[in-house]
C-alpha cells in the first residue's frame, strides 16, 4: 500500500456517496450541464442558451394538453411485413424500441383539451426509430385525423422524424398520400389541422403531412427539411446559407408561419384553436 492510500484510509472521510447517473444532463448546444430536476421544470429547454431539447410522446402530451385527456387506441397493422434484416432483423429492432418506450410506435394520439378547446393532439416520438413513418404512424395519423372528423373539433400534429421507415420499404411511402387525403378531409368540413414542426422534421413526413396544415408552427432551432445539407448541396454545386434548414431561417422565408417557444406553445394553440375551430367544438 503506498503512503497516499494508507494516509487516505486513515481521514475521516467516510465512503463515497452514490449519485444517481441522472442527476445532470448536458446541453447538446452550449455543453452546459444542468441539473436535471431545472432542466424538467424549464420544459426541456437550456437555462443558459435556450436549446429546446428532444422530448418524447407523453411528455409532449402532459405539457400541451388539459389534464383529462384520453389516449387513442394504439393501431393495429402487419408488423414486418417485407421481413426485413440489414444488421439487425427489423422485428428486433421494434422489440427494442419498444422495451425503451411506454407505446408500440412513434405516433401517439389523445382526444382532450387544450385552454378548454376539444381537439385531437398527435405526437410523433423522435425517440422511437427515430419517429420514422411506417404503416402503424399512419394508421395513426389517420386514425387520429378521423376521431377529429367525429368529434367535429381541431386536429394539432406535433412532427418529429427521420423520415419514412426503410425496413417497410414502399409501404411505407404509402402513408404520405393516406396522410394527404386525411388533411384534405379535414379542409373540407372546415375543421383546423395545425401543424407544430419539431426538431428535426425530415424526410417523407416533411413531404406530406407535415407542410399541409392550416397553420406551422417552429419550435425555436429546429431542422426542417427533407433532404440533408451535404446532399443538397453535392446535388446543386453550390454552397448553402448557413441555417437554411432551421426553424427561423423558414421562417424568415415563409415556409413557416411563427416560430414559438415551448413555454408559449400551449397559449398560442389555444388562441388558434379558439380562432379557427367550428363554435360547437369549443
Known amino acids: ?73 394504439d393501431p393495429v397493422v402487419a408488423e414486418d411485413p417485407l421481413k426485413f434484416r440489414d444488421s439487425k432483423r427489423y422485428a ?48 395513426a395519423f389517420v386514425a387520429a385525423a378521423s376521431r377529429a372528423l367525429d368529434e367535429n373539433c381541431g386536429f394539432i400534429c406535433v412532427t ?5 421507415r426503410m425496413q417497410e420499404g414502399i409501404l411505407s411511402l404509402m402513408q404520405m398520400p393516406r396522410a394527404t387525403v386525411m388533411t384534405r378531409r379535414l379542409k373540407e368540413a372546415s375543421l ?3 401543424v407544430v414542426l419539431a426538431d428535426p422534421t425530415t424526410g417523407g413526413v416533411t413531404a406530406s403531412y407535415a ?20 446532399v443538397i448541396q453535392e446535388t446543386i454545386r ?18 413557416v408561419d411563427m416560430v414559438v417557444h415551448r413555454k408559449d406553445l400551449r397559449d398560442t394553440l389555444g388562441r388558434l384553436l379558439d380562432y379557427l375551430s367550428p363554435a360547437k367544438a369549443a
Not at 378547446?117 to 413513418?133: A, N
Open 238 to 255: 453550390e454552397k448553402l446559407p448557413e441555417g437554411f434548414q432551421r426553424a427561423e431561417y423558414l421562417h424568415k422565408h415563409g415556409m
Open 1 to 73: 500500500m503506498s503512503w497516499l492510500s494508507r494516509v487516505r484510509s486513515a481521514l475521516p472521510f467516510g465512503t463515497k456517496r452514490e449519485t444517481p447517473d441522472n442527476l445532470w444532463v448536458k446541453c447538446p448546444r452550449c455543453q452546459e450541464m444542468l441539473f436535471t430536476r431545472e432542466y424538467e421544470a424549464n420544459l426541456s429547454v437550456c437555462t443558459r442558451c435556450d436549446h429546446h431539447g428532444r422530448i418524447g410522446a407523453d411528455v409532449r402530451l402532459d405539457q400541451l394538453l388539459d389534464p383529462g385527456f384520453t389516449l387513442l387506441p
Open 211 to 230: 407542410m399541409l396544415g392550416d397553420v406551422h408552427i417552429a419550435e425555436p432551432g429546429a431542422l426542417i427539411g427533407f433532404a440533408g445539407q451535404r
Open 160 to 164: 418529429a422524424a427521420g423520415g419514412a
Open 92 to 139: 428486433d429492432r421494434l422489440k427494442a424500441a419498444r422495451a425503451a418506450s411506454t407505446h408500440t410506435d412513434a405516433f401517439t394520439a389523445a382526444l382532450g383539451r387544450i385552454e378548454g378547446h376539444k381537439t385531437v393532439l398527435g405526437v410523433q416520438d423522435f425517440t422511437f426509430m427515430g419517429g420514422s413513418m411506417g404503416m402503424a404512424v399512419g394508421n
Open 192 to 194: 383546423p389541422y395545425v
